[in-house]
């Protein structure tokens, strides 16, 4: 039973009530947490929270886009075979789906604010460590940790999902991809700048600085009133709206706020129970799938320019023009990226914005389920189309088509499982929901660097197969939550 402190009851005008047994004065107006939430509608606070919050993709994507432009050298600095170098990927996914779990059940618990700021202060220091690493095993060790770290960055999604009135979540939430872009071609830059010069190491010292810096500007953003409110905490959720209200220049909705207080939260079997069980297994099929096509696309691009891959070339790779001969071939004979090299990067990496407009149109006319079931069905189509012998340019061309619809199905995916979960579960339905996503992510490494020097054909027809599911899966789905309103409990 959750009873309203006293400091809650005589802010809301209450007195000692019990707030799940007993209704308000009669005739007195109330109002839920949605209500307050639409009534307010967009206005500055948002804006402030799209980019403190949307920043945390910024810092999420060096960290994750660090080992594709880090990879060629740490091969040829401990003379890495490439199961090796597809593992150090690979342990990264796995510690984010170890805590992706953890982290979500803990955020449902105790406050979404709370494990996001954990979670930096994590990722933060053990990715410094890492630049220390003496070995290449303490290396693989701290990057998985980084990667649990990392895991808890989705709360930053959570907290835009939960302060967005509904018509405003299908267009500020795909907007955010502009940062995970930022974050892209930052890491991408500083690469063609640092390896070359300083080296690796300072690199990854350089990258954590954002995730440092965004620590400092969390306290601008308040704890989920639709948080504080599961938790029976009433007098924060109320103030936390207040504040939004006159951030924004408008006024609450009139009467008391009443909405009972949920035990129930954050618990593993509510995913399971027979009104989610299919949405969230066919969830899991979808996450699975993207993040395996996603993170395919990006580590098949490094292969493709670290090695002569295409048209099925067997001749040994061609220097870049702009390569020091002794920056590109190691006494370990491996080939290290040249400015060219970076440039290509660059080039299909700001497709992942490319298809922003159609994508962002696609989900607030079409839907959710239709939307994300076409990008992936287009997504197959180009894996096949990347097999076609054509020139460099053509190749460029192609991954820029592939990093813009992988980079459309993750917005949609994020979108539909934040809508789709009541309050009490959200973060763990997405914590769950990421942990899958990395078993795809760690499959990926050993596709993409591995099979794809075997069979180059075989990597893409598997990566096109999966992507086929995915889009079955997406059509198939039971519930649509474009103009849902974002639900409380089962």
């Not at 497709?351 to 197959?380: K, V």
């Amino acid at each position: 039973m959750a009873t309203a402190p006293k400091e809650a009851e005589n802010t809301i005008g209450l007195e000692e009530i019990d707030m799940e047994r007993q209704e308000p004065p009669k005739g007195q107006k109330t109002f839920t947490v949605e209500e307050a939430v639409e009534t307010i509608g967009f206005g500055r606070f948002h804006i402030m929270l799209f980019l403190i919050m949307g920043s945390t993709g910024v810092a999420e994507a060096m960290e994750i886009m660090l080992i594709a432009v880090v990879s060629p050298l740490i091969r040829c600095e401990w003379q890495l075979q490439d199961w090796q170098v597809a593992l150090v990927t690979t342990m990264v996914f796995f510690g984010y789906m170890v805590f992706s779990i953890v982290l979500g059940l803990l955020a449902d618990r105790y406050g979404r604010w709370k494990i996001l700021l954990l979670s930096f202060l994590w990722a933060a220091y053990f990715s410094l460590l890492t630049s220390f690493a003496p070995s290449y095993i303490w290396f693989v060790f701290l990057r998985a940790m980084v990667g649990g770290g990392v895991s808890g960055h989705a709360q930053g999604l959570i907290i835009k999902t939960e302060f967005l009135p509904t018509k405003y979540r299908g267009y500020m939430l795909p907007l955010s991809q502009v940062f995970w872009l930022a974050g892209s071609l930052l890491i991408i830059g500083l690469a063609s700048v640092v390896n070359p010069t300083i080296g690796w190491r300072w690199l990854i010292r350089i990258a954590s600085i954002p995730g440092i810096l965004l620590i400092l500007v969390f306290k601008f953003i308040p704890e989920s009133a639709r948080y504080n409110i599961s938790t029976g905490n009433m007098a924060a959720a109320l103030a936390t709206l207040q504040r939004i209200a006159k951030t924004n220049g408008v006024a609450m909705p009139e009467g008391v706020l009443k909405e009972p207080a949920k035990e129930r939260r954050g618990r593993f079997k509510d995913l399971i129970h027979p009104k989610y069980l299919r949405t969230t297994l066919q969830i899991w099929i979808i996450w699975l799938g993207i993040a395996f096509a996603y993170y395919g696309v990006i580590l098949a691009s490094a292969e493709l320019l670290e090695r002569d891959l295409v048209c099925g070339s067997a001749a040994p790779p061609v220097q870049d023009p702009g390569d020091d001969a002794e920056e590109s071939h190691s006494p370990c004979h491996c080939h290290l990226f040249g400015p060219a090299a970076y440039q290509t990067m660059i080039i299909s990496t700001v497709g992942e914005i490319a298809l922003n407009p159609l994508n962002i149109l696609g989900i607030n006319f079409l839907g959710r389920r239709l939307s994300l079931c076409i990008t992936m069905g287009c997504t197959a189509l180009f894996f096949l189309l990347l097999n076609i012998c054509t020139s460099s340019a053509g190749t460029t061309g192609f991954l820029f088509m592939l990093r813009a619809l992988v980079s459309a199905n993750f917005n949609t995916i994020y979108i539909y499982t934040a809508e789709v979960y009541p309050t009490t579960m959200r973060a763990l339905g997405m914590g769950t929901s990421g942990s899958l996503c990395r078993v795809g992510a760690m499959v990926a490494p050993f596709i993409s660097q591995v099979l794809m020097s075997a069979s180059f054909i075989g990597a893409l027809c598997l990566f096109s197969s999966v992507c086929v599911v995915c889009a079955i899966s997406a059509f198939t789905l039971p519930i649509e939550t474009k103009g849902r309103a974002l639900q409380v409990c089962i």
